[in-house]
Structure formats: C-alpha cells, structure tokens
C-alpha cells in the first residue's frame, strides 16, 4: 500500500504534496497500473489531514489522467500514456545531477548556495518557457 | 452548495464586558462541510466568539446563526446540533469513563453511546478508570469522544490541542479528521498556533484585538497573496496590489501584496507565501477599523 508523507515546513501546500508524491512515483515506477490508492480515509488517519485535502488532491490527480476513482472501489492506477521514465533515462540524469553538484561544492558553494542558485534557475527557464 | 448551507453566519456581533469590548464588527459566513481554524493572539476574542456561536454567551450587538437558526433564541433542538468541547477539555475527574458517558446520554436529545464506546475502545481506553486517574491525552480523547457522541452538525472546540503533547496532539487530530471524513460535522476550532494548520483547515478567521483582519478559504487566501523581493523602494508600491506588509533592509524591499502582480522595475521576484507568514503579517498590522480582508467562496 502507498504510504503518504507530509512535510509541513516545506511551503508546498499539503494537497500539493500528495499529488507530487503520486506522480513521482508513478513516474519511478513505485506505483504500477492498476495499484489502489489508499482511500480518502485511511490517509486521514494515518497524516490528521483535513479529508478536503486529500479529496482535492485525488481530484486532481483524476483530472491529469493519473487515475481514476471508481465508486465504492477506490482509486486506481491508469495506464500510462507518457511512457514511465526509463531507467536508464533516470540513471543518466541522476549522474549529470550529481556531477553538476561536485562541482558546485568544489567550488566553494554551500547547501543553501546550491539550493538558491537551483531555484534562481528553475524559475528563470520556467518563466522562459513560459514568455 | 446553496447559500443556506452555512454552518455559521455572524452579522455585525459585538460583545461588551464591563471593561470594554471583546468582540466588535464581527461579520462572517463561514460554510458547513469543512474545518474552520479561527487564529489569534491570547485575549483576541477568541473564546468570546466561540462562546457567543454556542449560545453560552447573548452578544452586545449583532446576530449569530449556526445552520440557519438563531443562536440567541437557544432552543435545546438547535442547540442540540452544536458541540462545543471548552478549553482544558473538563470533565469530571471523580466520574469513571463509563459514568461520564452516561451523563452525556442523560443530558442530550441526540447521543451515540455505542459509538463514543466504539472509539474509546479503539484508543484502548478502559470505561472504568476514573476520568481524573487518564493522561491529559487520554482525558481529551475522552471529552472528544463525548463531543462526537452528540453527532453534532457542528463542533466547536476551543483550543483543543493547546494542551497536548506533540504525540496526543496528533493522535487528537487524527480521531478530530476521522470524523470530519465520515462526513456531516463542521468544525470550528480556535488555536494560537500557527504551525500545522494548513494540513487540517480548509477555512480560516483571524482575530485581532477584538476584530476580524482576516477571513477566506485557505487555498484562495494563498493564491491571492505573494511576496515580492526586490531592490530598497520606498516610493511608487501602488503598483503592486494592495502592501499588507513592507520590510526594508539596507539594499532590499520584501513585500507581502494581496492581488498584486510583480512590478514591472526590474531585479524583482514574486514567491508564493507559506500560511504562517500571512498569518503572522496580519497579525503584526496594527488594529484599524473595518479593515477586514475577506475571500472565498462566501465572501
């Protein structure tokens, strides 16, 4: 069964992170097609999360095609379309990381370094694609 | 959901204690369904708001509806539909489980018993302990258990978990959304801390010094405010949306706006703003009238 995490000091709004942590893992393969989520319920109980939280986040999930509910079933897996992140596009991508990271260290950075220049340039390649 | 389906619409209350007022303007609409976190410093009005929305308390001025009925007016039948768990979560401490539980019955137009025995079964809390004898955990499981015993369409809980160690806190939040998910209960809860509300809200109403500064559905409230970082200004902000707070360091402007966009100057950056740090800025203005800020689906 898929656990759900919450990290409140993160700044990520709760039913943000939920649906982060699904695609995540389908994209990584830890979810499978056909996997039930855990029902609205038990993620209540396990996190004291507000049932509205969770419920937006299953919808949201539902309208990216993630997956679907299926009344007085749950909520399952699709198929899909995009194909899941091959491992060796993922292991490739996990070493340029890492490489990328080396050397910031190396020259000089520090965690919080890494972190603000990452973020500087995240949303500047955003905001170009976006423009 | 109509307009009818409000737990809770205030108009105008105030309440005035021989030694001013606690409570003015007080005007909200707040909707059923959902979790209402109402945020303040100590002696904000806090309590005096929740006792007024559970009828222990007649206001000054103004009126107070909970589901559409009249609060003042006091019937048991509406009254019978509001929970209310006090501060503390008082019980009384000579009475077993089992005799509390029987009091509650005795008490009440509507009470569960086999499901308030159903969930302290669960919790592993025994009927014959005395209520004095149970951890301050167990006491306000118990006081919950009661609470939800009534199956009240609304549950108002004054700082409920203020008290609680951080494991009793959570293992109280997960009993308190439990019974949110099973569905038919509104909940309003007062707290003074900050931290942890955005996973179990939906809903919140800050209170300051006896008025409503703050009010909206969390998720809009976000949306709507951001904060720009940017060269020191101190001149030409209109353009930004409304400044709910301005600090200024020797070189750089950060500023939380309400429905602004980033402003056009150059070297600025927009960011989202965590909850507790609009909580926190609203907290921090000074007290004016009528300067309110309302959103959502019932603004």
């Known amino acids: ?131 | 959901m109509t307009a009818t389906e409000l737990a809770l619409r205030t108009d105008g209350v105030g309440k005035r204690y021989r030694k001013g007022w606690a409570l003015r303007d007080c005007t909200l609409a707040l909707p059923a369904g959902g979790v209402i976190a109402l945020v303040g410093p100590n002696g904000a009005g806090k309590t005096t708001l929740l006792r007024l929305v559970v009828g222990l308390l007649a206001p000054s001025t103004g009126t107070v509806q909970v589901l559409g009925h009249d609060v003042t007016a006091s019937t048991p039948q509406t009254l019978s539909r509001i929970g209310f768990l006090a501060q503390d979560h008082p019980l009384y401490k000579r009475f077993t489980v089992a005799e509390m539980l029987r009091f509650g019955r005795a008490c009440n137009l509507r009470f569960d018993q086999g499901l308030a025995e159903r969930r302290l079964a669960k919790l592993g809390i025994p009927l014959d302990r005395r209520a004095g004898t149970l951890s301050g955990g167990q006491q306000a499981q118990v006081a919950l258990a009661l609470a939800l015993a009534k199956r009240p369409d609304l549950l108002v809980l004054d700082e409920p978990v203020a008290s609680l160690d951080p494991l009793a806190r959570h293992e109280f939040l997960q009993v308190l959304m439990g019974a949110v998910a099973e569905g038919g209960v509104t909940v309003l809860f007062s707290s003074h801390v900050v931290h942890e509300l955005e996973r179990v809200c939906d809903h919140l109403v800050v209170l300051n010094h006896g008025r409503v500064t703050l009010t909206g559905d969390i998720d809009t409230l976000l949306a709507e405010h951001r904060l720009l970082v940017g060269p020191r200004t101190a001149t030409d902000l209109d353009r930004a949306g409304t400044v709910v707070e301005a600090v200024h360091s020797d070189r750089h402007t950060t500023l939380l706006v309400r429905d602004g966009g980033i402003p056009a100057a150059p070297g600025w950056q927009a960011r989202p703003v965590a909850l507790e740090d609009l909580v926190l800025a609203y907290l921090r203005r000074p007290s004016e009238p009528s300067a309110a800020v309302t959103s959502g689906v019932a603004a």
């Open chain 1, 1 to 131: 069964m898929f656990i759900f995490r919450l990290d409140t000091h993160s700044g990520v709004p709760p039913y943000l992170q939920l649906v982060q942590q699904v695609r995540q893992a389908v994209l990584l393969g830890f979810l499978q097609p056909g996997d039930r989520l855990p029902l609205i319920r038990e993620v209540v109980e396990d996190l004291a999360i507000n049932p509205n939280t969770v419920a937006k986040a299953y919808r949201q999930l539902e309208q990216e095609n993630l997956v679907t509910g299926r009344p007085g079933q749950g909520t399952f897996v699709n198929e899909q379309q995009s194909a899941v992140m091959s491992a060796s596009t993922y292991t490739s991508l996990h070493r340029g990381l890492a490489t990328w990271l080396r050397r910031a260290y190396a020259a000089g950075l520090d965690e919080q370094a890494v972190d603000a220049l990452f973020t500087s340039v995240h949303q500047q390649t955003r905001n170009e694609d976006v423009a």
